[in-house]
């Protein structure tokens, strides 16, 4: 049977974005650029909607004096519902920060129009309010996308419908249903405000989900993994500790690149950032090339062009070296990655392209919780004492010896 989930990482970065997404009320003033902006929307616009009607449409504000005449109404109506409240909770709903309408870069009005595609819509006839329903459905999604690439979204309600229909020229019978603020941020809390600041709870699950009818427990086996299911949250990196080692996998046999790989493997099971820079292989597409494309917690860069002695532009193959070098120290320089991997950096220094001398140098003022991995044939002496591992790989036996050919999945 074809097993239809997602790649564990897409699906760990789905449920990431679900328990990472955040209602925002504080924004950095610079632009979300227009690309970002149009795949947040599109994601929107996939949401499901009542007998395919996609109800919604998306006012976007970037005008100064719109925000701030929207604004305005929000301040006077954020006083209003003040008085809902007792004089202890009213004063602390007042120091809330509700909304950042002129913090953020731009406004969005998610908007409804219930007669989208036509009086017979599959669905919506005994349950009108689905066209609403389903205008939420395509926020949520925007929300979602918006916390993938970074943005802050909040939504602020303290709105009358008329009153925004007359600053944005929405039409009586088209709803606005939210009013959202975007933009960067520096940061998105762990938890939603209103639960820090000790105004509600989150509710525990088990309490909700109900087996068979309104009230009655869940079955056993459910709610038992419900009582063990803890919200997705992403992997804690280590706080740099320790010193960082350099260990160098050299020799003939194969194998080098493989071990690096897997000490890859084990820091990011750890929850270590880690960073791949590849100075030779390029042309090809490997395996760990498509894998890492799918983690986008590896930062790993294809920086070489191929092998040189195939190459006809030693000049070219000269320049990528440089490249790859220039960013490699930067990475490593930067610290963010406890473990950096320079693969066939050996290469690089035995064809002449860079300084060995140099690059010992360089690793050797790295922060001192940086792990760099060197791999490549024929190691530098320098390099191999500086070194806190050498490991070198023999080859007593290879199947190119018996003519087997590289293998999809083994060597590739
Ligand atoms: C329909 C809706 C309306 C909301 N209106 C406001 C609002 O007017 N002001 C505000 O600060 N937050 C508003 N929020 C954000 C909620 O307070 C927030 O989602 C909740 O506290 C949980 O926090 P989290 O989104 O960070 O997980 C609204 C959320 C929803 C779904």
């Given at each position: 049977m074809t097993d239809l989930r997602f790649p564990a990482a897409w699906r760990r970065g789905v449920y990431e974005a679900i328990a990472g997404r955040r209602d925002i009320r504080a924004f950095r003033p610079d632009p979300i650029a227009p690309e970002v902006l149009a795949r947040i929307l599109s994601a929107a616009h996939h949401a499901g909607s009542v007998g395919f009607s996609q109800p919604w449409s998306f006012i976007v504000v970037e005008d100064r004096a719109t925000r701030e005449a929207v604004h305005a109404h929000v301040q006077a109506e954020r006083l209003r519902a003040?008085?809902?409240?007792d004089d202890a909770r009213r004063a602390a709903y007042l120091g809330f920060?509700?909304?950042g309408i002129l913090d953020a870069p731009l406004n969005i009005c998610v908007t409804c129009d219930p007669d989208r595609a036509g009086p017979a819509v599959i669905g919506r006839h005994?349950?009108?309010?689905t066209s609403a329903y389903s205008t939420c459905g395509a926020i949520q999604n925007l929300w979602l996308a918006a916390r993938a690439e970074g943005i802050g979204v909040g939504w602020v309600s303290i709105l009358e419908p008329q009153a925004l229909r007359a600053i944005l020229g929405?039409?009586?019978?088209?709803?606005?249903i939210a009013y959202l603020c975007l933009g960067h941020v520096d940061s998105f809390p762990d938890r939603p405000t209103l639960e820090t600041a000790g105004w509600l709870p989150r509710l525990p699950l088990g309490e909700l989900v109900f087996g068979g009818a309104w009230g009655q427990p869940a079955a056993p086996a459910l709610a038992a993994a419900i009582a063990h299911e803890v919200a997705p949250r992403p992997a804690p990196a280590a706080p740099p500790t320790g010193r960082g080692l350099l260990l160098v996998y050299t020799g003939q046999g194969k194998g080098k690149t493989t071990a690096a790989l897997g000490l890859v493997f084990r820091a990011m099971g750890r929850g270590l950032p880690v960073a791949v820079v590849q100075?030779?292989?390029?042309k090809w597409k490997t395996g760990e090339r498509m894998f890492a494309e799918t983690l986008p917690e590896l930062t790993f860069l294809v920086m070489g062009q191929g092998f040189t002695w195939d190459s006809d532009d030693l000049s070219r193959d000269r320049n990528a070296a440089i490249a790859a070098w220039e960013r490699s120290k930067q990475l490593i320089a930067a610290g963010d990655h406890s473990l950096v991997v320079l693969d066939e950096l050996t290469y690089a220094i035995n064809y002449g392209f860079l300084d060995g001398a140099e690059v010992i140098a360089a690793l050797a003022t790295r922060p001192p919780h940086v792990h760099v991995v060197i791999t490549g044939r024929q190691a530098p002496e320098a390099l191999c004492a500086a070194a806190d591992l050498v490991t070198e790989m023999t080859s007593p036996k290879h199947p190119f010896q018996q003519g087997h050919k590289a293998a999809l999945g083994i060597d590739y």
């Amino acid at each position: 049977m074809t097993d239809l989930r997602f790649p564990a990482a897409w699906r760990r970065g789905v449920y990431e974005a679900i328990a990472g997404r955040r209602d925002i009320r504080a924004f950095r003033p610079d632009p979300i650029a227009p690309e970002v902006l149009a795949r947040i929307l599109s994601a929107a616009h996939h949401a499901g909607s009542v007998g395919f009607s996609q109800p919604w449409s998306f006012i976007v504000v970037e005008d100064r004096a719109t925000r701030e005449a929207v604004h305005a109404h929000v301040q006077a109506e954020r006083l209003r519902a003040a008085e809902a409240f007792d004089d202890a909770r009213r004063a602390a709903y007042l120091g809330f920060k509700l909304e950042g309408i002129l913090d953020a870069p731009l406004n969005i009005c998610v908007t409804c129009d219930p007669d989208r595609a036509g009086p017979a819509v599959i669905g919506r006839h005994t349950m009108p309010e689905t066209s609403a329903y389903s205008t939420c459905g395509a926020i949520q999604n925007l929300w979602l996308a918006a916390r993938a690439e970074g943005i802050g979204v909040g939504w602020v309600s303290i709105l009358e419908p008329q009153a925004l229909r007359a600053i944005l020229g929405i039409p009586a019978r088209v709803a606005p249903i939210a009013y959202l603020c975007l933009g960067h941020v520096d940061s998105f809390p762990d938890r939603p405000t209103l639960e820090t600041a000790g105004w509600l709870p989150r509710l525990p699950l088990g309490e909700l989900v109900f087996g068979g009818a309104w009230g009655q427990p869940a079955a056993p086996a459910l709610a038992a993994a419900i009582a063990h299911e803890v919200a997705p949250r992403p992997a804690p990196a280590a706080p740099p500790t320790g010193r960082g080692l350099l260990l160098v996998y050299t020799g003939q046999g194969k194998g080098k690149t493989t071990a690096a790989l897997g000490l890859v493997f084990r820091a990011m099971g750890r929850g270590l950032p880690v960073a791949v820079v590849q100075f030779i292989k390029g042309k090809w597409k490997t395996g760990e090339r498509m894998f890492a494309e799918t983690l986008p917690e590896l930062t790993f860069l294809v920086m070489g062009q191929g092998f040189t002695w195939d190459s006809d532009d030693l000049s070219r193959d000269r320049n990528a070296a440089i490249a790859a070098w220039e960013r490699s120290k930067q990475l490593i320089a930067a610290g963010d990655h406890s473990l950096v991997v320079l693969d066939e950096l050996t290469y690089a220094i035995n064809y002449g392209f860079l300084d060995g001398a140099e690059v010992i140098a360089a690793l050797a003022t790295r922060p001192p919780h940086v792990h760099v991995v060197i791999t490549g044939r024929q190691a530098p002496e320098a390099l191999c004492a500086a070194a806190d591992l050498v490991t070198e790989m023999t080859s007593p036996k290879h199947p190119f010896q018996q003519g087997h050919k590289a293998a999809l999945g083994i060597d590739y």
